[in-house]
Structures are given as C-alpha cells and as structure tokens.
C-alpha cells in the first residue's frame, strides 16, 4: 500500500522549515524492548525534540496505569493510551471513551464460553481472569526452573517481569469502565473465533507481545483505534494531521500510520507495518528512535 499523496508529506522535512511538529510514540517495540530495556539515546531524543519546540506523545495499548516507569519518567506532552480509549494532554483528559456496558458483556461472553483467558483493561489498571492469572504464574514457574537448570532464557521469553506480576482479578474491576481486553487462546484459531463471535462492532488484531498459547491480541470496540483518538486529539489541539509523525512496530499502529503526516516503522517492524510506512528506521534497542528524530529534523 503506498500512503496518498495529499495526507502525507516529505519523510525528511522537520524542524529545519521552521514547522511545529507533533509524534506519536508507540511503546512496545518502539520505545521498550520487551518490557523494560531501552536505548540510551532514546529518553535524550525525545527531550531534544520538545526542547526544539515539537510536541512528543505515547500511543500506547497499555494502560494509562501501566507504563513503565522507565518510560514514563522521560517525559511526555501527553499520552494515547488504552489503544486510543484515553487520551490525556498537559493533564488533561481529552478523550475518554470506554465501552459500552452492553459491549463489556457481549465481549466477556464471548471469551468465556470459548474459554480464552483474558486481561482487562481499564483507565486505573489491569485486571485478570483467573486462568490468566494462573496461566503467567506457570510461564513465571517454568522459567525459573529454565534457569536453575542452566538454560538461557531470553528477554522476550522472560516477559520482564509480567509473568512474576499479581494482577487484581475480574470481579474488583468496574465493567461499567472497561476500556479493551487482552487474550490469550490455548490454540491458533482463538483470534478467528472472537472476530466470528463478536462481528463488525469490535477491532479485534493480533497481539503485540509475546505471551504464550496458542494465540493472543487484543479487543477494542471497532472505531477505538489509535488513529481515531490522534484525529481528536489534533482536532483538540489545532494542529494538521500533515505535521503529525506516527512511530510505531506492530498491528495495533497501523491506524495511526494512515492518519499522521509521516509514518516511521521501526527496523524490528512486523514486514506489512514497514510497507506502510514512509520510512523505516533501525532496531529498538538500536538508537531506532534518535535515528528517525534525526533524519527527520526533530532534532
């Protein structure tokens, strides 16, 4: 797919036309390497890049409660978080849009009468089913004994700590506040059966991180996308969507790589991500985001 030419503009303009920019960072992948190891030079990039004047935000599936604190601690203009269902700028709530009691209970139905596991996503946390919270006590068992037994276990096995976390259960969150779910199915046709269950109303792509089972991704409600709550959020701010710059690795960004003026793949990009993009930097852990910053004038 090659992006249109009148929603996009020059990969390698930036700061130098004297234009305010406005970057939407995905975290896992992009700023994080599976969980919690990042670039040196990426915390001193996104500091450059608002210090010349450009707003810097998160565009996050996590939780708005759940980011890392070496990310947080960066620092940012604003965050897109829960996949597009809270949007915060200078701290204030901007958007703000959970799911409809309705579609939290047709969702959770459909989950658990194919016995899929499952986190919940809220605005203050997440929250796990039982055999969820069962399944990440196991994967953390397993691991230790791995590593007892002398085998590497590599950090994108490891999970960085979210097998070893304690997760509240389902019944202590507000279902009348979810925002999306995370799922894991025992087999690979888990994803197809969702998207069969529950038809048009919800995004259902599949998951980012690397968790075990069969398969795994997340669910949102259809029109709940990154890319959605961008367009408010410029709307919001009076910025075009042509000085926009999406920088992002995996499915759940491809909605903001089609709104934003320019989009940046990271080099650990999923192959149909990078084909989208209008350009496409080096790895993660690989100084990939000062690279783009640089090559686009950010900085």
């Given at each position: 797919m090659t992006p249109s030419t009148d929603s996009r503009t020059d990969a390698g303009s930036g700061s130098g036309d004297g234009r305010r920019r406005i970057v939407f960072l995905d975290v896992d992948g992009t700023i994080l390497e599976h969980g919690s190891h990042?670039?040196?030079?990426?915390?001193?990039?996104?500091?450059?890049?608002?210090?010349?004047?450009?707003?810097?935000?998160?565009?996050?599936?996590?939780?708005?409660?759940?980011?890392?604190?070496?990310?947080?601690?960066?620092?940012?203009?604003g965050a897109v978080t829960n996949s597009g269902a809270l949007v915060t700028s200078g701290g204030e709530v901007v958007v703000e849009r959970p799911l409809s009691p309705e579609a939290t209970d047709r969702m959770l139905t459909a989950l658990r009468s194919r016995g899929i596991r499952y986190f919940l996503q809220a605005r203050d946390g997440v929250y796990a089913s039982d055999d969820m919270a069962e399944l990440m006590r196991d994967y953390a068992l397993a691991l230790e004994a791995r590593e007892r037994a002398g085998e590497e276990v590599r950090p994108e096995d490891s999970l960085v700590g979210l097998a070893q976390r304690t997760f509240p259960?389902?019944?202590?969150?507000?279902?009348?506040?979810?925002?999306?779910?995370?799922?894991?199915?025992?087999?690979?046709?888990?994803?197809d059966e969702l998207r069969a269950d529950l038809g048009d109303e919800f995004l259902?792509?599949?998951?980012?991180?690397?968790?075990?089972?069969?398969?795994?991704?997340?669910?949102?409600?259809?029109?709940?996308?990154?890319?959605?709550?961008?367009?408010?959020?410029?709307?919001?701010?009076?910025?075009?969507?042509?000085?926009?710059?999406?920088?992002?690795?995996?499915?759940?960004?491809?909605?903001?790589?089609?709104?934003?003026?320019?989009?940046?793949?990271?080099?650990?990009?999923?192959?149909?991500?990078?084909?989208?993009?209008?350009?496409?930097?080096?790895?993660?852990?690989?100084?990939?985001?000062?690279?783009?910053?640089?090559?686009?004038?950010?900085?």
């Open positions: 990042i670039s040196p030079s990426t915390p001193d990039a996104v500091r450059a890049a608002r210090a010349a004047g450009h707003l810097v935000y998160l565009s996050t599936g996590r939780s708005a409660a759940d980011i890392h604190p070496v990310v947080a601690d960066i620092g940012f203009d259960g389902v019944e202590e969150a507000d279902l009348s506040r979810i925002d999306k779910a995370v799922f894991v199915s025992d087999h690979e046709e888990g994803l259902i792509v599949p998951g980012s991180m690397p968790l075990p089972g069969g398969s795994n991704g997340e669910i949102s409600e259809r029109d709940t996308t990154k890319g959605s709550a961008i367009e408010l959020l410029l709307a919001h701010l009076g910025m075009d969507a042509a000085d926009a710059v999406a920088v992002g690795d995996s499915w759940n960004d491809i909605e903001m790589f089609q709104v934003c003026g320019v989009a940046v793949a990271m080099g650990n990009a999923r192959p149909e991500l990078k084909e989208l993009a209008d350009l496409v930097t080096t790895d993660v852990l690989d100084d990939g985001i000062a690279n783009a910053f640089r090559r686009l004038g950010l900085i």
